[in-house]
């Protein structure tokens, strides 16, 4: 039987975990993330998403040889949202707006 070699990591303020695993052909993510105990060990959320190198994966999805699962923790922002805030906290001023080019006048 063919074993892939998989690494399941889980980063968060003051935690790394990096957990090397062999698992047979055909595992899904969510097999190889029981497999490694990391939730349990570290008590996360059953409900935490998946990530295979930086791009999102259901917890069906079988796994490749070499692949970095990672654990990944909700966002406690929306960065587009805060970057509005931001912009309408500290408007710049009326110097400093930038001149609308062609089209109609606005009005």
């Known amino acids: 039987m063919d074993r892939l070699a998989v690494?399941?990591?889980?980063?968060?303020?003051?935690v790394e975990v990096i957990e090397s695993l062999a698992?047979?052909?055909?595992?899904?993510?969510?097999?190889?993330?029981?497999?490694?105990?990391?939730?349990?060990?570290?008590?996360?959320p059953p409900t935490i998403a998946y990530a295979i190198?930086?791009?999102?994966?259901?917890?069906e999805v079988p796994v490749a040889?070499?692949?970095?699962?990672?654990?990944?923790r909700?966002?406690?922002a929306d960065a587009k949202?805060?970057?509005r805030a931001r912009a309408a906290?500290?408007?710049l001023p009326a110097t400093?707006?930038?001149?609308?080019r062609g089209g109609a006048p606005p009005g």
Do not use: F, N
């Open 7 to 14: 690494t399941v990591v889980y980063a968060a303020p003051g």
């Open 23 to 44: 698992v047979p052909a055909g595992t899904t993510v969510a097999q190889a993330v029981a497999a490694s105990g990391l939730v349990s060990r570290l008590g996360l």
């Open 65 to 72: 040889d070499g692949d970095r699962i990672e654990l990944t």
């Open 53 to 59: 190198h930086g791009q999102r994966a259901a917890a």
């Open 81 to 83: 949202a805060v970057r």
């Open 89 to 91: 906290a500290h408007p």
């Open 74 to 76: 909700p966002l406690i």
């Open 96 to 100: 400093r707006r930038p001149k609308r």
